[in-house]
């Protein structure tokens, strides 16, 4: 848990809660050490729902993290444990489960959502058959939702090179996104060295930028996230 964020829920003050298990493999993953799904749990549920009364009117929301949050059968109880005590409900997902996914978006005011890459080449990202598929689907339930959104994609030139960047993107605006977020390689928490040494000098490309820019109601670069 992270108990005070400002980067987590856009204009909102928020605890993070970050949930074991994520079975995608991405080469840029910065929880690495979230990605495994133990049977014990470093923080009681009775602690954290604690902490959280005593926090009310302090901040604003709970975001649940991961790992993918979704893969947790507890997250929709949770989420409506959380919400009674008067705090917004966020979630950051990856798009691997659709069907919780929408059992638990009548629960969220906002969501975060990665997409990333063109959802023929997710595998490339991921290293899991018929991850875009998943994602296009999860894509799809939050669009259709009206829940607040973000949509969020990781570059990196070796995994995305500029081309599959504008693919990506037409797609995306022909599904009437409104909100979409590029963000920049870090290699905090990265374990991958190729991806780590590589360099990033002039990616993504001014010209593109705009390009991309123009065809989003909502766009942002975030070069250090």
């Known amino acids: 848990m992270t108990p005070f964020s400002t980067s987590d829920y856009p204009g909102q003050m928020a605890a993070v809660l970050f949930v074991q298990g994520c079975p995608w493999r991405c080469g840029y993953c910065h929880n690495p050490h979230l990605q495994e799904r133990g049977t ?4 009681d549920w009775g602690d954290i729902m604690t902490f959280l009364q005593r926090r009310a009117g302090l901040i604003d929301a709970v975001v649940f993290s991961g790992g993918e ?50 959802f023929n080449k997710y595998a490339h990202i991921t290293q899991f058959a018929g991850s875009g598929d998943q994602a296009l689907a999860c894509l799809q339930a939050v669009l259709a939702s009206g ?23 037409r797609s995306l605006a022909k599904m009437k996104v409104n909100n979409y977020v590029w963000q920049l390689f870090r290699d905090q928490g990265c374990n991958d060295a190729v991806l780590n040494n590589a360099s990033l ?17 909502r766009f942002t670069l975030k070069k250090n996230a």
């Open 201 to 217: 000098a002039g990616y993504p490309s001014e010209s593109l930028v705009e390009q991309v820019s123009a065809m989003f109601t």
């Open 69 to 118: 949050p979704t893969i947790d059968p507890a997250l929709e109880n949770a989420m409506q444990q959380v919400k009674t005590l008067g705090y917004k409900i966020g979630l950051h997902c990856a798009g691997i489960y659709p069907r919780r996914l929408k059992e638990v978006l009548p629960l969220v005011d906002w969501v975060g959502l990665d997409i990333k890459a063109t």
């Open 40 to 43: 014990d749990t470093p923080l």
């Open 147 to 169: 829940v607040d959104y973000e949509l969020r994609t990781t570059l990196h030139p070796l995994l995305l090179p500029e081309e599959d960047l504008l693919e990506l993107a």
